[in-house]
Structure formats: structure tokens, C-alpha cells
């Protein structure tokens, strides 16, 4: 595939490999990502250095890919377009940052060369804490306790988990594994000198702006799901309809706050995530029709973090995850995704990721929890959330 005039691109995983460790090496950042039901791979890179915490990177109108944490408290980046190409031969290289050309040469003479081993990362150790267990039904049982005192309605408790790896994990292996296994998640893998590298599939859309349409899904319910399974007779218990459902009723008070009142809403109908199943309505406005051409932007701060990643009302759900969660969920149900490209926005949360380090990743997940959770159900969820990684990466 010709991607400029003397550079070829090699395999996507040689290429995705090597962008990804020339800017750890130079300190630049990247994101790669696959929308769903898409075969391209895009690519996005910012040359400079510093990359500055934004606090609202879709008021700039600048091209590029945002990565925001979980923790409004806590401001995202934008990966600035420096340089946008995708793997069927298509560049734009604005470049916005002049003084940087010299590094677009290198970097595409990098990326096609032939450096990076394709090796498998090996056996891949699952670290068996026993406490971890314990401690997350323990968090489950306070978070219905708190529930039935009328403090909340719904809650997301989250955790973590380390894996460990016998050599480093290959990522563009693992990033083309992953896309071939989820064809419906936005795939994505990013790397920015302060977050880390993330590596993730998500089934989830938190908002999407293209040709003048707003959309955004009200997606929870998870159960297992077996291939082959026909999707009209699957069943749902009253917990799960319900939990689905406070979601879209938390989307529909952020329409009835700014006065929207025209939207389509479709659903809710059962749809495969991988190896899950979750409930999804989605929702459309004509951002032309309804007069609402910041709709993106407006929602974005209306919405993050919705009640299917941290709960309801979401004021004592934020205070009670960081009361009693006990950890920092960094970037993981924060959200990502390409802004301003190709005339469109597409913004995904940041489920069914990983934050990988050297020789050793952290998974994470949550589960929703409502008035009649079981604790070991809700550790099941967490466990095969956490398997649509788990069961792909080698
Ligand atoms: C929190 C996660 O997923 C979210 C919670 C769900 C649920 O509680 O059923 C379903 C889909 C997601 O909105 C996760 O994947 O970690």
C-alpha cells in the first residue's frame, strides 16, 4: 500500500509496533484507532513535547483525538493532528506545529522499516490476589446498603487487575488481534507521555457528532454471551431492564436541561459486545432542526460521567466511588476517540482497557449496581468484562 510516494506501508501490526515505540523513544504521542464495523486503521501523531492538560478539547475545533480520565477534576489531553494517516494510503499532514517537519520524515521512515520483533508476549500470569475478591463484594454490599438508605439509586463500583507479561506485550499484534475478535468495538491504542499507553475495545459510545446528527447510546445490562445465541430470545431479569433504563432516563435529564426537547430514541434491544450482552438504546438529534450546533460539546459536559460508568444522581455517586473505591481509575471509563476528522466526532468510554507498563498491564472494570445486586454476580460480571481482553491478547 502506498502511503506517500517512496513509503510502503508494511504489516499493520509491524507499523502500529514501530509508531508506537518511536514516540515513547521521542516523547511524541499517538493514538490508533478502528471505528466499529471498519477495516482502516487511522493513525494520529503530535510531534511537540509538551502536551498540555485541556479542560474542554472539543471547544478548540482542532483536529485531532482526545483521552480524557474517568475524574472531571482531572483535565484530558488532545493528541493534535501534526499528522493523520490510516492504512488505506490516505495522509493529511497539517502540521500545525511547523518547526516539527523534520520529524514527519523520520517517523514515516520508522514506521515502515523493520524493527520491531513480532514476538508474542508469552505467558501471560494473572495475579491472584485473594483479597481482591473479597474486597470488591465487600464494595458491592455497601453500595447497595447505601442504596436502600436513599442515598443513590444506581452506582458503578469499579477495580483493577495486574497481569504480567514473560517479554513485552506486542501491541500491534494485540491492537489487529483485538480489532479481527471485536468487529462492532472502537479499537484504540494510545500513548501519551504523561497517561502511559492504553490499549483498548469498548463497546460503548458516549457521544458522536457527523452531518449534523448528535448521538449517543444508553448501553448497560451485561450478561454472557454464547455465539450462536438468537438475540430475540434472550431475557432480561427486571435488575437489569431497570439499571438500563435509569440510563437512558440520566441522558433524557440532559436533553430537559438545556430544553431539547425533539430527539429520536430507539431500543432498548439486546446487543453482542464481544463475549457480553448489554441493553442499548441509542439516541439521535437533528442538531440543524433542533438549532443546537454546539450540541457535541454541550452534551460532552452534560453527560461524562453517565450513570452506566458512575451512577445516579450523579453528584452522591462521584462522592461515594471516591469515598469507597479506593483506587484511581485513571483513564479507564474516561473517554477517547478521534475530534474533528474527516468533518465528524466520535467520542467512545474507555471500557475494556488496559494500561500497560514494560512487562506488566493493569485491566479494569466495573459493574453496575442497583438496589437488588448480589455481590458474586456482580464479581462474575467484573471477571468476564475484564475476559474480552484477557481472552484476545497473547
Ligand atoms: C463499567 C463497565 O461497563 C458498563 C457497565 C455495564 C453494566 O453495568 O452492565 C454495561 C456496560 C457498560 O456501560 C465496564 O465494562 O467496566
Not at 1 to 19: D, Y
Not at 222 to 231: A, C, I
Not at 251 to 278: M, Q, S, W, Y
Not at 320 to 349: M, Q, W
Amino acid at each position: 500500500m502506498i502511503l506517500t510516494k517512496n513509503i510502503k506501508i508494511r504489516s499493520a501490526e509491524q507499523v502500529i509496533s514501530n509508531a508506537i515505540s518511536y514516540c515513547q523513544r521521542e516523547g511524541a504521542s499517538i493514538a490508533v484507532w478502528r471505528r466499529p464495523e471498519e477495516r482502516n486503521i487511522h493513525f494520529i501523531v503530535d510531534f511537540s513535547a509538551e502536551m498540555r492538560p485541556m479542560a474542554h478539547p472539543l471547544e478548540s475545533k482542532i483536529p485531532g483525538f482526545v483521552f480524557s480520565p474517568f475524574d472531571t477534576d482531572n483535565h484530558g489531553y488532545l493528541i493534535r493532528g501534526d499528522l493523520h494517516f490510516d492504512l488505506e494510503g490516505n495522509l493529511s499532514d497539517d502540521l500545525p506545529n511547523y518547526s516539527l517537519t523534520g520529524k514527519k520524515d523520520d517517523f514515516l521512515n520508522y514506521i515502515n522499516s523493520n524493527r520491531q520483533n513480532t514476538y508474542p508476549a508469552g505467558v501471560i500470569k494473572v495475579s491472584t490476589d485473594d483479597t481482591a475478591e473479597a474486597a470488591f463484594k465487600n464494595l458491592v454490599k455497601r453500595s447497595v446498603d447505601a442504596i436502600q438508605k436513599g442515598q443513590l439509586q444506581k452506582v458503578v463500583p469499579s477495580r483493577k487487575q495486574e497481569i504480567t507479561f514473560e517479554q513485552p506485550l506486542n501491541v500491534g499484534i494485540n491492537f489487529i488481534r483485538l480489532a479481527e475478535a471485536y468487529p462492532t468495538a472502537f479499537v484504540s491504542l494510545v500513548f501519551i507521555p504523561q497517561t502511559g499507553l492504553w490499549l483498548g475495545a469498548t463497546p460503548e459510545l458516549l457521544i458522536s457528532v457527523r452531518d449534523n446528527i448528535f448521538k449517543t447510546v444508553a448501553l448497560a445490562g451485561t450478561q454472557k454471551y454464547k455465539e450462536g445465541t438468537p438475540l430475540n430470545n434472550v431475557a432480561w431479569t427486571q435488575k437489569e431492564i431497570e439499571e438500563q433504563a435509569l440510563v437512558s432516563r440520566y441522558i433524557i435529564n440532559c436533553f430537559k436541561k438545556i430544553r431539547l426537547r425533539e430527539f429520536d430514541e430507539a431500543g432498548p434491544k439486546t446487543v453482542v459486545a464481544g463475549n457480553l450482552l448489554h441493553l442499548k438504546t441509542e439516541f439521535k438529534v437533528d442538531m440543524v432542526a433542533t438549532n443546537f450546533p454546539d450540541l457535541g460539546d454541550t452534551m460532552l459536559k452534560l453527560l461524562h460521567p453517565t450513570s452506566a460508568i458512575c451512577g445516579m444522581p450523579l453528584e452522591p455517586a462521584k462522592k461515594f466511588l471516591k469515598e469507597h473505591e479506593a483506587y484511581d481509575r485513571g483513564y479507564f471509563s474516561g473517554y477517547l476517540g478521534p475530534t474533528n476528522i474527516n468533518n465528524a466526532t466520535e467520542l467512545y468510554v474507555n471500557l475494556r482497557c488496559m494500561h500497560i507498563e514494560d512487562s506488566k498491564a493493569t485491566l479494569f472494570s466495573g459493574a453496575g449496581v442497583t438496589e437488588d445486586s448480589h455481590p458474586d454476580k456482580e464479581w462474575q460480571e467484573t471477571e468476564i468484562k475484564m475476559n474480552t481482553l484477557l481472552n484476545i491478547i497473547q
